[in-house]
T-cell receptor, first 116, second 114 residues
Framework: AQTVTQSQPEMSVQEAETVTLSCTYD???????LFWYKQPPSRQMILVIR??????QNATENRFSVNFQKAAKSFSLKISDSQLGDAAMYFC?????????????FGKGTKLTVNP | KAGVTQTPRYLIKTRGQQVTLSCSPI?????VSWYQQTPGQGLQFLFE???????NKGNFPGRFSGRQFSNSRSEMNVSTLELGDSALYLC?????????????FGQGTRLTVV
C-alpha cells in the first residue's frame, strides 16, 4: 500500500531564511505524481508544487523547490526567503491511480511557523 | 474562474441525525473527490465521483455516501451521526482525465457532532 511519511510534525524558520520540509513515500509504481499542499488557517488546501516521477528535473515554483530522489523515495520541499505568509500546515501527497480513478494519499503534515 | 465551493461552511448536528454536504466543482471539472480531515487520522479519502459514477471509495462505513449530478455538483451524506464524525470535510475537483490532472480544493465544511 502506498504510504506517505512526514517525519517533522513542526518546524520553525526565521523570516527571509530557508527551510526544508521532509517527505518520504512508499510505492511500487514507476510513474506517479507527488504534490506539496499548503493549508493556512483559512483551511483551504492550496497546491504549492508538483513533481512528475518520470521527470528527473526537480520542480521549482518561485521560492519553492523540491529535492526529488526517486530511488530513495524522498520528496522534500525547500522554501527560500521565507515570508510570514508561508506559515501554515504543509502536506505531502502521492497521487494513487486505481482503475482510472485517482485519489491523493497524504502525509500527516508539518506545521511551519515563520518568526519575524 | 470560480473555485470549488462547499456549503455550508459550518454545521452542528446531534448524534443520530443525518447531514448532507454540498460541493460545486470548478466549471469544466468532472471529477469530485471527498476527504475527511481530523487531528488524529489526518486526511483520509472518502470517495471519488466522475460523470455521476462513483469510481473509488475509501475505507469508511456505509453511513457515508455520496452522489454526483449531471452538472458535476456533488453531495455527500452521513447518516446516524456519531461523535467521531466531527471533522473538516474537504472536496476537491479536477478534470478527471488520467495523467496531467490537478486537484483543487474547496474551503471545507466543518462538521461538529454533539
Amino acid at each position: 500500500a502506498q504510504t506517505v511519511t512526514q517525519s517533522q510534525p513542526e518546524m520553525s524558520v526565521q523570516e527571509a531564511e530557508t527551510v526544508t520540509l521532509s517527505c518520504t513515500y512508499d510505492t511500487s509504481e514507476s510513474d506517479y505524481y507527488l504534490f506539496w499542499y499548503k493549508q493556512p488557517p483559512s483551511r483551504q488546501m492550496i497546491l504549492v508544487i508538483r513533481q512528475e516521477a518520470y521527470k528527473q528535473q526537480n520542480a521549482t515554483e518561485n521560492r519553492f523547490s523540491v529535492n526529488f530522489q526517486k530511488a530513495a523515495k524522498s520528496f522534500s520541499l525547500k522554501i527560500s526567503d521565507s515570508q510570514l505568509g508561508d506559515a501554515a500546515m504543509y502536506f505531502c501527497a502521492y497521487r494513487l491511480t486505481q482503475g482510472g480513478s485517482e485519489k491523493l494519499v497524504f502525509g500527516k503534515g508539518t506545521k511551519l511557523t515563520v518568526n519575524p | 474562474k470560480a473555485g470549488v465551493t462547499q456549503t455550508p461552511r459550518y454545521l452542528i448536528k446531534t448524534r443520530g441525525q443525518q447531514v448532507t454536504l454540498s460541493c460545486s466543482p470548478i466549471s469544466g471539472h468532472r471529477s469530485v473527490s471527498w476527504y475527511q480531515q481530523t487531528p488524529g487520522q489526518g486526511l483520509q479519502f472518502l470517495f471519488e465521483y466522475f460523470s455521476e459514477t462513483q469510481r473509488n471509495k475509501g475505507n469508511f462505513p456505509g453511513r457515508f455516501s455520496g452522489r454526483q449530478f449531471s452538472n458535476s455538483r456533488s453531495e455527500m451524506n452521513v447518516s446516524t451521526l456519531e461523535l467521531g464524525d466531527s471533522a473538516l470535510y474537504l472536496c476537491a475537483s479536477s478534470l478527471g482525465r488520467f495523467g496531467n490532472t490537478e486537484a483543487f480544493f474547496g474551503q471545507g465544511t466543518r462538521l461538529t457532532v454533539v
